[in-house]
């Protein structure tokens, strides 16, 4: 199975905009689908995004995903940060028996 | 509005079964695929298992394949997760999720509040 290395945090000042990255060990990250999920203290999961770069409804456009396979990886951006985006974000994708694997997750300071 | 109610905190020692349940309103329950992820204390999210209630098609973590029950009940539009014997290990949050969006086994966009079960002698 392959692994999804992302870094343990990031921080960046409000209204700035700020990269997480996720990287696929082995395979192609274009192979399947990459989703971010946002988990902030106390709450459970929020999902920001689907499908490498599908925001669900309710989600601002603040948020966006995207792959690169050059790098093999997945990012997702947040611009015009809020003291609100302040959380743990995963990623999260699949292998081909549809087993999921998580990111180790990367939290965000807004400061 | 789409809503999955999860069943209250647990409090269990080592040893003992428990079955937690998450139930589904606001959506075609059986239609979508439904799963748990574990949180252990101060740790990140952990994919346990995912069911497909139309037909009870069931895919397992290998890491908790033979160590946790995944089932559904369509006509209830509930999902359970049980343990036949609980170890202190288990302690954590457990997050029940669906996919009402892709019809596919492959992500959650609905997440439930979490169940707390804490094993202790």
């Known amino acids: 199975n392959f692994m999804l290395t992302q870094p343990h945090s990031v921080s960046e000042s409000p209204g700035k905009t700020v990269t997480i990255s996720c990287t696929r060990s082995s395979g192609s990250i274009a192979s399947n689908y990459v989703q971010w999920y946002q988990l902030r203290p106390g709450s459970s999961p929020t999902t920001v995004i689907y499908e490498d770069n599908q925001r669900p409804s309710g989600v601002p456009d603040r948020f966006s995903g995207s792959i690169d396979s050059s790098s093999n990886s997945a990012s997702l951006t947040i611009s015009g940060l809020r003291t609100e985006d302040e959380a743990e974000y995963y990623c999260q994708s699949y292998d081909i028996s549809s087993h999921w694997v998580f990111g180790g997750g990367t939290k965000l300071t807004v400061l | 509005e789409v809503q999955l109610v999860q069943s209250g905190a647990a409090v269990k020692k080592p040893g003992e079964s428990l079955k937690i349940s998450c139930k589904g309103s606001g959506y075609t329950f059986s239609s979508c695929y439904i799963g748990w992820v574990r949180q252990m204390p101060g740790k990140g999210l952990e994919w346990m298992g995912i069911?497909?209630?139309?037909?009870?098609?069931?895919r397992y973590s290998p890491s908790f394949q033979g160590q946790v029950t995944i089932s559904a009940d369509k006509s209830i539009s509930t999902a359970y997760l049980q343990w036949s014997s609980l170890k202190a290990s288990d302690t954590a949050m457990y997050y029940c999720?669906?996919?009402?969006?892709?019809?596919?086994?492959?992500?959650?966009?609905?997440w439930g509040p979490g169940t707390l079960v804490t094993v202790s002698s």
């Open positions: 999720a669906a996919n009402s969006l892709t019809g596919e086994p492959s992500m959650f966009d609905y």
């Open positions: 069911i497909y209630p139309g037909d009870s098609d069931t």
